[in-house]
């Protein structure tokens, strides 16, 4: 085959078809700060003859400016494209860059090597194939290549090139290179790295440019491929294909009358016209009548292809649903135990709603305290109330829902790991915060609880509707909430003696009476405050299952939880109360004497003073308690229940 660059002038046709269909192969670069990753792929472009003419104009403009190699080029430069990394010499933020070469195309990531930005290299090893780590020749194996080597495993990558760089600065030693050679690969067996012999070791130096695409003659005892021979060749194994098969739905096509299909790409194995499949997480069965594409329809469709999939039967099959082989479906749960990467500032907070993101799918998601935070620079598990920032943790996850998942493949050690081959697409989600919709964290499925599958709903007899025909009235739930001293438990306990008068059956659950008892167990940081209200979300909604009008006196300041407690009962069972009075209002009351504790700096964690109050956006109820007479604001809360039908 002619070379490209002549292909191109003779025929352009030609080329973009020959270039159509090379293999690509996605590799990430991680390692210790300072490593040379963003030289390396410089590096790379430049000897690859990728670097355009104005790119290396300004990369010799810019060398002369910020550029950390005196005259030389500094090709860190082609991919710090932040300011800060360009003043720094660091990389912050994942870089992606594409170059293609006679035989294969490539999607690199140069992923940061600081401690506090693992979730950058977290997502920049999502979706690679190759993991190229890189060692300082002088420095050997360092903390973080621990780090991102456990996190490599982790993530199922299973191709690792060890890139023992500036090979230049200890003068081509090839004692020094086989002395790291030998300790990583003591490291790897330990996290079962190294289990499957896919490990590669090249000497090299990004900045002098030896063996990474010309063998170099500084090692001649070096006999094995450069850098950019071993990304040419590798043999990649898309386990995939040899799966089950795997199709999740992004979006009912339906066009017209006439035609019903199912559009996704499929992530797993195999499928043709005729096959039996199953959609779940409903269990349905059905056949694949036609897989249809833009270009016609296929006799098969493999993994990594987006179709469309039409069924013999008219069957149920909405966005999220997983189509599966009929003889082989994934597994349907909703309780699960998973690795939980946590990805932002503000710690995970166990028992706090957030989202889960899996494939198409969305749904409500609890987290339990973790099982343990695993420290990876020494693998110890260690005890742990949350997850800040870049920690690692093993927790069980409960869901609003069941949802179709594999359990993802290449788990860390082997815990938790069924034996199944697993997907990375269902089995790998992201954590949503529902406030804000920011991602918040990543998390890998291992397997499913047994009590998903064991406990049931009990049928009763005796249900709510029964209780509440009974008692003459709805069941609900009153949630005043406001700041300490901002006379929440005053009008509840009017309301609930008006309540009481009209023969409404009550129960008032106030803070301060249920730590002494169900919450004692619990002090006053943001983690234990989110487990306080999630019981008494709980507590209250067994209680209008009951047929009882809760009355509920809570701090209760993160929005989140008011909202859980709202989605624990019923539409129009959930009126909330917001007893509003400022800072100034509430400590001129002081009726415990805590704002003056808290002023003190003997009292912490106290909501207004160094904790935060998120105040309602629209609460039913808004009472002004600086200029409402409590005997007021109870006729209002009444009023409401009135309104909404609970009492009459």
């Not at 090893?125 to 360092?142: E, P």
């Not at 896919?198 to 440019?209: C, D, E, N, Q, Y």
């Not at 406030?435 to 890998?444: E, F, K, S």
């Not at 009990?458 to 069941?475: C, F, T, Y």
């Amino acid at each position: 085959m002619a070379h490209s660059s002549e292909l191109i002038a003779e025929d352009i046709e030609a080329y973009l078809v020959s270039h159509q269909y090379k293999s690509l192969l996605r590799f990430i670069t991680c390692g210790s700060v300072d490593d040379g990753k963003s030289t390396l792929i410089g590096r790379l472009l430049y000897e690859s003859h990728l670097v355009f003419e104005d790119h290396l104009a300004a990369l010799e403009a810019d060398s002369a400016k910020v550029g950390t190699q005196g005259t030389d080029l500094d090709f860190a430069l082609l991919l710090d494209g932040l300011t800060a990394e360009r003043e720094q010499g660091i990389t912050i933020d994942v870089a992606y860059r594409f170059f293609s070469t006679e035989k294969r195309k490539f999607i690199v990531a140069d992923t940061p090597g600081h401690e506090q930005y693992t979730r950058n290299m977290v997502t920049g090893a999502s979706t690679a194939d190759v993991a190229v780590i890189l060692i300082d020749a002088r420095k050997g194996v360092l903390t973080q290549t621990r780090r991102h080597s456990y996190l490599v495993s982790l993530l199922g990558i299973r191709n690792v090139v060890v890139a023992v760089n500036k090979m230049d600065l200890v003068d081509y030693s090839q004692e020094t290179f086989e002395t790291i050679s030998h300790d990583y690969l003591d490291f790897a067996t330990q996290i079962g790295l190294a289990d499957e012999g896919r490990i590669t070791f090249v000497p090299l130096s990004a900045l002098k440019g030896d063996n990474i695409v010309d063998a170099s003659d500084n090692t001649a005892w070096y006999h094995g491929p450069t850098l950019m021979e071993f990304l040419e060749t590798v043999e990649v194994e898309d386990d995939r294909a040899a799966s089950p098969l795997r199709m999740p739905v992004q979006w009912v096509n339906r066009p017209n009358l006439d035609f019903r299909g199912f559009s996704g790409q499929i992530v797993g194995g195999t499928v043709r016209p005729g096959d039996p499949v199953r959609i779940l997480p409903a269990g349905t069965t059905s056949t694949v009548a036609r897989i249809v594409t833009m270009d016609g329809d296929l006799d098969v469709a493999v993994a990594g292809q987006s179709v469309t999939l039409t069924l013999t039967d008219e069957v149920d099959v909405s966005r999220g649903d997983i189509i599966c082989a009929g003889d082989d479906p994934a597994e349907v749960a909703d309780q699960f135990e998973a690795h939980i990467v946590w990805m932002h500032e503000e710690e995970m907070l166990p028992g706090r709603p957030y989202l889960m993101k899996i494939g198409a799918r969305t749904v409500g998601l609890t987290i339990d305290d973790p099982k343990y935070r695993v420290d990876v620079n020494t693998l110890e598990h260690l005890a742990a109330d949350t997850l800040a920032l870049n920690e690692i943790g093993v927790c069980n996850i409960g869901l609003d829902r069941t949802i179709p998942f594999d359990p993802y493949p290449g788990l860390a050690l082997g815990e938790g790991n069924t034996g199944a081959v697993g997907n990375r697409d269902t089995g790998g989600f992201i954590i949503i915060d529902k406030r804000t919709q920011t991602t918040v964290g990543a998390g890998l499925l291992h397997f499913a609880l047994r009590r998903s599958h064991n406990i049931h709903w009990q049928d009763v007899r005796v249900d709510k509707a029964a209780r509440s025909e009974m008692n003459d009235h709805r069941p609900g739930v009153v949630w005043l909430t406001g700041l300490s001293g901002s006379g929440k438990s005053t009008i509840a306990n009017i309301v609930e003696s008006k309540l009481h008068t009209m023969g409404v059956r009550t129960y008032l659950l106030d803070g301060d009476n249920v730590r002494h008892g169900l919450n004692r167990d619990l002090g006053f940081t943001d983690a234990d405050r989110v487990e306080n209200i999630r019981r008494i979300a709980e507590v209250s909604a067994l209680m209008v299952d009951a047929g009882l009008v809760v009355l509920v006196s809570f701090i209760s300041p993160f929005a989140a939880e008011r909202r859980l407690a709202r989605e624990r009962v019923a539409d129009g069972e959930f009126i909330e109360v917001h007893v509003d009075a400022s800072v100034d209002v509430a400590e001129s009351r002081d009726p415990k004497g805590l704002y003056a504790k808290a002023r003190a700096g003997e009292l912490s964690n106290f909501t207004g003073i160094d904790s935060p109050y998120e105040a309602p956006e629209a609460p039913d109820v808004h009472i002004d308690s600086a200029n409402t007479a409590p005997e007021d604001a109870a006729d209002q809360v009444i009023a409401a229940l009135r309104a909404s039908g609970i009492v009459t």
